[in-house]
């Protein structure tokens, strides 16, 4: 099964700070990775898939990029709506950890 | 708009089956690839498993496979989810959501049911 480690597992940032949340994958994955943010008590929600295509009604400070087996989400200027915890998840195949195990932007 | 809601909160004993209910209104089940993730608490998120419509195939994880089984009833456009011989390490919120796939690939998830809370203990 293809393995996913996000780094860091923890991020401590300021509202209007640009902020960077890494995915790596075991194997290439080729562009087949999504981002979701969850907050407390909420089901996840789908910022990004295909790697850098952002969702419809994503606002446009989120982005995406890396291809293989490297991957970025960047907040480029973090709103207080933006803290949460964020999730990287492969879909080149089936598996029971295909999610990353998760970073959380907290207030600093 | 898809809407995706589950039923309520379930408490089970060891040993137990439960089977959790997400009901689709917007749209139809039966267009849907809708799959099935669960969170245990403070934990990341696990894929169970999931129905792929292009070859009319349930897909399951497989750390799952043999205890769980997903069915749909498209005549009310309600799926289910259900597990069995559970452990405490089951008690988790299980999610249901709809799956778009990328070419020959696995799915991502756009939609999203609330959750339901499945609490294993004796």
């Known amino acids: 099964d293809i393995q996913m480690t996000q780094s860091p597992s923890t991020l401590s940032a300021s509202v209007g700070d640009r902020v960077t949340i890494t995915c790596r994958a075991s194997?290439?994955?080729?562009?087949?990775l999504a981002w979701y943010q969850q907050k407390p008590g909420e089901a996840p929600k789908v910022l990004i898939y295909?790697?850098?295509t952002l969702e419809r009604g994503v606002p446009s400070r989120f982005s995406g990029g890396g291809s293989g087996t490297e991957f970025t989400l960047t907040i480029s200027s973090l709103q207080p709506d933006d803290f949460a915890t964020y999730y990287c998840?492969?879909?080149?195949?089936?598996?029971?950890?295909?999610f990353g195990q998760g970073t959380k932007v907290e207030i600093k | 708009q898809v809407q995706l809601v589950q039923s309520g909160a379930e408490v089970k004993k060891p040993g137990a089956s439960v089977k959790v209910s997400c009901k689709v209104s917007?749209?139809?089940?039966?267009?849907?690839?809708m799959h099935w993730v669960r969170q245990a608490p403070g934990k990341g998120l696990e894929w169970m498993g999931g129905?792929?419509?292009?070859?009319?195939?349930?897909i399951y994880a497989q750390k799952f496979q043999g205890r769980v089984t997903v069915t749909e009833d498209t005549s009310t456009d309600t799926a289910y989810m259900e597990l069995s011989s559970l452990r405490s390490e089951d008690t988790a919120v299980y999610f249901c959501?709809?799956?778009?796939?990328?070419?020959?690939?696995?799915?991502?998830?756009?939609?999203w049911g609330q959750g339901t809370l499945v609490t294993v203990s004796s």
């Open positions: 959501a709809t799956g778009i796939m990328g070419v020959g690939t696995a799915y991502y998830f756009d939609y």
């Open positions: 917007g749209y139809m089940l039966s267009k849907l690839s």
């Open positions: 129905f792929d419509p292009g070859d009319g195939e349930t």
């Open positions: 194997q290439s994955i080729s562009r087949w």
């Open positions: 295909k790697a850098s």
């Open positions: 998840q492969q879909y080149k195949s089936y598996s029971a950890e295909a």
